[in-house]
């Protein structure tokens, strides 16, 4: 079994611990909430739309890949990235390396393996092709075709 | 002919390599069954009943005999020296020994061909009419609009591991060659008022258990925005369709929960904060680069002085087999792989060779498959048609089944899928056999008959005149049948003609019905037609009479 992981915080690229509350504590409380600074850790199933209001006070954001098959956090990754312009990090936990390549490109801007993965090749899996087919959230280091 | 170039042949060779690296983790014990297995069928690999089934994409039906040759040469040095033609434009091979996969694949990226997408939860192979671009009236041809979206969908990273598959055809012509309505989505290409080009989208079509006509959702989305509609589409798929629920996790599923305005509202809503960005307007430079490398190779011939060979045989195949080009001097020319037998769509290896020979002979080297599992020679001159014809005879390629009953549609089956119920490919046979008579098939005519060892449906027994679908009752097989389907002129799901019939009376049940069919047609109407006019009980109560 993977070793799937619940964070209550998350580190942030300033090596600061920045505390996570749930989608529902933060549209119940998001008036207080948004005064800490904060994190808001997302299941697939959350309606992003519903934080779209106050991005600028969420500190960073953790989506949650641990279901290899269900793909709604590419699309969450996508509208906050792309759509909402969020500032602050989108963080995909309990990521999987064969979905590297998918998560980068929507929008994730740093991933936490699932620990069954250490000891391989992460370059391999996240930048595994020379082109790309499609516009998405990040392109960057593909040739574009298209 | 279009062909990938150097920089799509190197993405194929990363993706094999890539899926190389997966198989030997998953060889390994580094990789489990479950993700193994989504990752194996995005590319395109199934494990089945005795081996590993490998389905080959055929981007809109089109092959080179350059193709066709390197899928024979995987037939012999992977497969049992042949290959199965699907109804949706690709071809399967089905003894493939999973260590050997990743050579397979590379073999085929020089001929630029591959698996990817061809299974899973993904934007499947774009299918388009096979007839594309040689046909009078059409609206255009769909051909670069089908590689262009092929592209953009390919490997995308937002829409990759959706709910459920996701099917998609496009149309450009007046009759409808692809059943897009019975697709997830379907495009439909179309002039507004102004005699600007755009598609009109249905969404929400599909077969199985549950068969639904897709709703229209847009009827007019310019060219050059529908990508940014189509990915609208897939997100909202993507973010609602039902992932909770094995049997419904389509996109018809959602779309009927919704309600087709409803989810057009929702797709809608989405597409207004994309479709002005520029990113996501269609290229139209490579459009027209595309309209290039689709041009038919081939310039209108006057032939006043030829006479056709006056040839019984040849005439009778000629009749069934040969459709008029739009292009002065020239034929279409449909080729059965149907034979006594054999599986509907199974071509040998030596058979692929001789078609890519004749191919080059007489057809400018190009080859289409079409749904009903048949091969098309887009482009023979006129008087080579008898010429091809003789060749064909010598090779035992000159069925002259086309558009008769004896051309069946029908899925592997039983023998084959471990996800059948029954058997196909026998019932097939025994239907063949007892209409082997020729004089008696062109009487009856353009007749369809389609069969479907399950619910997946994979032979499309709802769309067709007679639909035979296998089940299990009390550990025997037996056959639900429908009658008059049809997508061709306007899409209608066959209705169920009344109990399901046992394996040992189906072909009596058919013979009956077209026997309803015959007693009841006036002049050259067609079975729909004679269905819509005197109701479904005269069938009734012939087969359970």
Same mark, same amino acid.
């Given at each position: ?12 690229? %300033? ?19 948004? /005064? ?108 574009? /075709?298209? | ?12 060779? !990363? ?14 014990? !580094?990789? =489990? ?48 020296? @042949? ?25 085929? +990226? ?43 969908? &390919? ?10 598959? @996701? /099917? ?7 009759? %409808? ?38 709703? !229209? ?11 940014? *509609? ?61 309209? #290039? ?12 002085? @030829? ?6 045989? *040849? ?22 792989? +149907? ?42 001159? /006129? ?20 558009? +008769? ?9 039983? =023998? ?69 389907? !049809? ?29 309803? *069919?015959?007693? &009841? ?6 079975? +729909?037609?004679?269905? #819509? ?13």
């Amino acid at each position: 079994m993977d070793d799937i992981k619940n964070p209550t915080s998350l580190i942030n690229k %300033d090596y600061e611990t920045i505390d996570l509350v749930t989608f529902e504590e933060w549209i119940e409380d998001s008036d207080k909430l948004s /005064k800490l600074g904060v994190g808001v850790i997302l299941e697939p199933s959350n309606d992003v739309g519903l934080i779209k209001d106050k991005l600028d006070s969420i500190e960073l954001i953790a989506l949650d890949f641990r279901n290899f098959d269900d793909g709604r956090g590419y699309s969450q990754a996508y509208l906050l990235s792309k759509r909402w312009q969020f500032k602050g990090e989108i963080i995909g936990i309990n990521a999987h390396l064969d979905q590297l390549q998918f998560m980068i490109r929507s929008g994730i801007t740093r991933y936490q393996l699932l620990e069954s993965y250490e000891g391989f090749d992460e370059e391999d899996y996240s930048n595994g092709f020379s082109i790309c087919y499609q516009a998405a959230a990040n392109n960057s280091g593909l040739n574009l /075709k298209y | 002919m279009y062909q990938y170039n150097a920089q799509d042949k190197q993405f194929l060779v !990363e993706r094999v390599d890539q899926f190389e690296k997966q198989l030997k983790r998953h060889l390994a014990g !580094e990789l =489990d069954e479950s993700k193994f297995r989504s990752l194996r069928l995005r590319n395109g690999l199934y494990m089945e009943l005795h081996a590993h089934m490998l389905r080959i994409a055929i981007p809109y039906g089109i092959l080179s005999s350059d193709q066709l040759r390197a899928l024979a040469d995987v037939a012999d040095k992977y497969d049992r020296g @042949f290959g199965h033609f699907t109804t949706r434009q690709n071809i399967q091979f089905n003894w493939i020994q999973l260590p050997e996969i990743a050579n397979l694949l590379r073999d085929l +990226t020089d001929a630029g061909l591959h698996a990817i997408q061809t299974s899973g939860k993904a934007t499947r192979n774009i299918t388009a009419d096979p007839l594309s671009g040689l046909t009078e009236g059409e609206i255009e041809d769909a051909r670069p609009y089908c590689e262009l979206i092929r592209r953009w969908f &390919n490997l995308h990273p937002e829409f990759s591991w959706l709910p459920g598959k @996701f /099917k998609i055809a496009i149309n450009g012509a007046k009759l %409808d060659e692809t059943a897009l309505r019975i697709h997830d989505l379907g495009l439909r290409l179309v002039r507004n008022e102004k005699g600007e080009l755009g598609f009109s989208v249905f969404v929400g079509g599909g077969l199985g258990a549950a068969a639904m006509i897709g709703p !229209e959702t847009a009827s007019f989305v310019p060219i050059v925005d529908i990508l940014s *509609y189509l990915e609208s589409s897939l997100r909202i798929y993507n973010l609602k369709g039902r992932r909770d629920h094995q049997k419904k996790l389509r996109i018809k599923f959602l779309v009927r929960e919704l309600g087709a305005s409803e989810f057009s509202r929702l797709v809608d809503e989405d597409w207004q904060q994309t479709k002005d960005d520029p990113e996501l307007k269609l290229n139209l430079t490579e459009l027209e680069s595309l309209k #290039k490398d689709f041009a038919l190779p081939i310039e209108p011939i006057n032939l006043d002085g @030829f006479k056709e060979t006056v040839d019984f045989n *040849y005439s009778i195949w000629k009749k069934n087999n040969v459709r008029s080009h739009k292009v002065l001097g020239h034929s279409i020319v449909n080729i059965s792989l +149907t034979k006594l037998g054999a599986a509907p769509g199974d071509a040998t290896s030596e058979q692929m060779r001789i078609l890519a020979k004749l191919a080059d002979q007489f057809s400018s080297g190009e080859i289409r498959t079409t749904k009903r599992q048949t091969i098309v020679f887009p482009f023979v001159r /006129k008087d080579q048609v008898f010429d091809l014809w003789k060749s064909l005879e010598q090779y035992g390629l000159s069925s002259p089944h086309q558009g +008769t009953l004896a051309q069946i549609v029908a899925c592997p089956g039983r =023998d084959y899928c471990d996800l059948a119920k029954a058997v196909s490919i026998p019932i097939a046979t025994r239907v063949q056999e007892r209409f082997n008579d020729m004089n008696k098939l062109l009487d009856i005519g353009d007749l369809n008959i389609n069969i479907s060892g399950c619910e997946n449906s994979c032979a499309h027994h709802h769309v067709t005149d007679i639909g035979l679908l296998g089940m299990q009752k009390n550990g025997e097989e037996y056959y639900q049948i429908t009658l008059a389907g !049809e997508t061709l002129r306007e899409t209608h799901i066959g209705k169920k003609l009344g109990p399901s019939v046992s394996g040992e009376t189906i072909v009596d049940a058919v013979e009956n019905i077209v026997n309803v *069919y015959i007693d &009841n047609r006036q002049q050259e109407e067609k079975f +729909t037609d004679v269905f #819509k006019r005197i109701g479904i009980i005269p069938f009734k109560e012939k087969v359970y009479g």
